[in-house]
């Protein structure tokens, strides 16, 4: 099991900036396969972004693209979203899951076997 822990959330105004980090343990972080996720009040959680074991290849949702950009540093065992001109729908508890089989990224939440516990993203607008 992959200990996952957030941080960097917090509450900016609209069109402002925040980056996200995500520290993993295990000398096998640097193989997995790592994703972000969200979830809105009241909403089913949703697919963010996701990167492969070598920084290499990126996966994104549509509503993102252009804004937020994820990546890793594999020396620290961390993964990072970097998240940019931030809307009021982008409000939610942001996730980072790890998938302990090297492949591409993935966009599905069962593909994902360890999950953090989540770090709170307020856009005031």
């Known amino acids: 099991q992959v200990h996952l822990v957030e941080s960097g959330g917090g509450l900016v105004q609209a069109g402002g900036s925040l980056r996200l980090s995500c520290a993993g343990t295990?000398?096998?972080?640097?193989?997995?396969?790592m994703g972000w996720f969200r979830q809105a009040p009241g909403k089913e959680r949703q697919f963010v972004a996701s990167i492969n074991w070598s920084g290499g290849s990126t996966l994104y949702v549509d509503s993102v693209k252009g804004r937020f950009t994820i990546s890793r540093d594999n020396a620290k065992n961390t993964v990072y979203l970097q998240m940019n001109s931030l809307k009021s729908e982008d409000t939610a508890v942001y996730y980072c899951a790890a998938n302990r089989t090297p492949g591409p990224p993935k966009e599905r939440g069962d593909d994902y076997d360890d999950w953090g516990q989540g770090t709170q993203v307020t856009v005031s607008s």
């Open positions: 295990g000398r096998a972080f640097r193989f997995y396969t």
